[in-house]
């Protein structure tokens, strides 16, 4: 079995600056695999609360669990937690109107160049109502900028 390995280059440890936080780790002592259960096997579930039981006393388990869910670290116990406790820790995505909110430069400039609002819903995986709605959105905030500059002259 392949175990996911840390890169070398590391957040640092902010109680102990300077120092990598691996160095700290509790399971330093530890057979990896024992982090790494295969799911559903016989034992699975001990080996799971065994590799939790090592994460309880380490000092670094925090930096330990950040790091897992800022790299997407999908297998293992990281931090004192598996994969699926983690994955209900993840941040919220990005909402399918928030990113074509996001990519309206893009979009606009799709559009200055001619193409249709069904291709650039299509490269930007979501659905052409939405894309007619932020359009108009764009529309709007434009058109309430105008307003703006009117009453200021």
């Known amino acids: 079995m392949t175990t996911a390995t840390p890169p070398t280059r590391l957040p640092r440890n902010s109680a102990s600056p300077g120092i990598d936080w691996r160095d700290q780790a509790a399971c330093n002592n ?6 790494f259960p295969t799911a559903f096997t016989q034992g699975w579930k001990t080996q799971t609360k065994q590799a939790k039981a090592v994460c309880a006393s380490c000092p670094v388990r925090t930096t330990c669990l950040e790091w897992a869910l800022e790299t997407g670290q999908h297998s293992g116990v990281w931090g004192g937690m598996s994969a699926g406790e983690r994955r209900g820790l993840r941040r919220p995505r990005e909402t399918q109107q928030e990113r074509c909110l996001r990519m309206q430069p893009w979009i606009e400039k799709q559009l200055a ?10 490269q930007l995986h979501v659905d052409p109502v939405l894309i007619s709605k932020v359009i108009r959105m764009f529309q709007e905030e434009r058109a309430a900028g105008v307003m703006e500059e009117v009453k200021a002259a």
Do not use: W
């Open 30 to 35: 530890e057979d990896p695999e024992l982090f």
């Open 113 to 122: 160049a001619g193409v249709m609002q069904k291709t650039i819903a299509a």
